[in-house]
Nanobody, 124 residues
Framework: QVQLVESGGGLVQAGGSLRLSCAAS????????MGWFRQAPGKEREFVAG????????VYADSVKGRFTISKDNAGNTLSLQMNSLKPEDTAVYYC?????????????????WGQGTQVTVSS
């Protein structure tokens, strides 16, 4: 059974940093794309960043470019999202997801596996 389990969320002041992790298990993800999405109250879930497990190519939403970094640990099947220079508008529940699409899709419908989410709150 595929499981994606996020951790690392919390409360941080504006300008601070957080590192999210996603532990992936239940299958081999080497041919998959992994992504981070977020959903703020009253808003649709949106793409944040994605990475190809093989090769490591990445894509970022314009809103987080230069501040967030997505990475993977091949040995441990762990996905990470380093978030720096956090802003109040980054407040949301952050989700880890996996897609079998070869490119790095940004639409939620392209991802077949999802974690339960972890809350990130940035205070001003």
């Amino acid at each position: 059974q595929v499981q994606l389990v996020e951790s690392g969320g919390g409360l941080v002041q504006a300008g601070g940093s957080l590192r999210l992790s996603c532990a992936a298990s239940g299958r081999t993800f080497r041919s998959y794309t992994m992504g981070w999405f977020r959903q703020a109250p009253g808003k649709e879930r949106e793409f944040v960043a994605g990475i190809r497990w093989a090769g490591g190519s990445t894509v970022y939403a314009d809103s987080v470019k230069g501040r967030f970094t997505i990475s993977k640990d091949n040995a441990g099947n762990t996905l990470s999202l380093q978030m720096n220079s956090l802003k109040p508008e980054d407040t949301a529940v952050y989700y880890c997801a996996a897609s079998a699409v070869l490119s790095i899709p940004t639409m939620t419908g392209s991802y077949m596996y999802w974690g339960q989410g972890t809350q990130v709150t940035v205070s001003s």
